[in-house]
């Protein structure tokens, strides 16, 4: 199993620009969470899916949306980047069974927006 | 979920046993201590959890106090790979979402 994957690695954007944050997991895992770490903090969740077609909001979701189409897939949109979107990206996926108690992540995606 | 509090940095000379606390005085009775690390520039890695019972498990040990307000992650024979900052997390096991509140961790230095 490949896990969690994400791409890209890094990406610079222009202020105002757009660009989607792709991540896939190959571990039928039902949920996925995307979160955000910004230098010397922890991470905070953005948005989560509880399954295909089904998201909410997390912490900070101002500025972002996402969409679930399928169970693999968890895309995260950056609509008019931002200087305070410049973080580091982390996505994750879980079981969705009650005694579940292990949430895989990511390697990351590296943002700079200027 | 309860709110924990680490100290800041940690130092452990390699080979030795570092153990790394965790206060999280508001924990409530269904509520589990979580410990994740993220090594430099990597996603955070799960290394061990438990309720009030000691746990161990091939990374590392989980010292509950009997009152449950205080916790510690034991890692026996520290190595350079160790080095990483260690986040304590509480959260109720019996919910199958898991809303990981992260704080800003231990970051624990190993040397030679």
């Known amino acids: 199993n490949a896990g969690v994957t994400q791409t890209p690695k890094f990406r610079i954007l222009k202020i105002g620009q757009s660009m989607t944050l792709q991540c896939a997991q190959d571990m039928n895992h039902n949920y996925m969470y995307w979160y955000r770490q910004d230098p010397g903090m922890g991470l905070k969740l953005i948005y989560y899916?509880?399954?295909?077609?089904?998201?909410d909001k997390g912490e900070v979701p101002n500025g972002y949306n996402v969409s679930r189409s399928t169970t693999e897939d968890f895309p995260l949109r950056l609509e008019l980047a931002a200087p305070s979107q410049t973080s580091v990206y982390f996505c994750?996926?879980?079981?969705?069974?009650?005694?579940?108690?292990?949430?895989?992540f990511g390697p990351g995606t590296r943002l700079t927006v200027t | 979920d309860a709110k924990t509090t680490q100290p800041t940095s940690m130092d452990c000379a390699e080979g030795r046993a570092a153990n790394l606390p965790c206060n999280h005085s508001t924990i409530s009775g269904n509520e589990y201590v979580y410990w994740y690390r993220q090594i430099h520039s990597q996603g955070p890695q799960y290394i061990i959890h438990?309720?009030?019972n000691n746990e161990t498990n091939e990374m590392a040990s989980l010292i509950i106090t009997e009152d449950r307000k205080s916790s510690t992650l034991i890692l026996p024979h520290a190595t350079l790979r160790d080095t990483a900052v260690y986040y304590c997390i509480v959260r109720p096991l019996n919910t199958g979402f898991q809303k990981l509140v992260f704080g800003t961790g231990t970051r624990l230095l190993v040397s030679p």
């Open positions: 438990g309720l009030k």
């Open positions: 994750a996926s879980s079981y969705s069974r009650t005694d579940s108690y292990e949430q895989y």
């Open positions: 899916s509880v399954g295909a077609g089904i998201t």
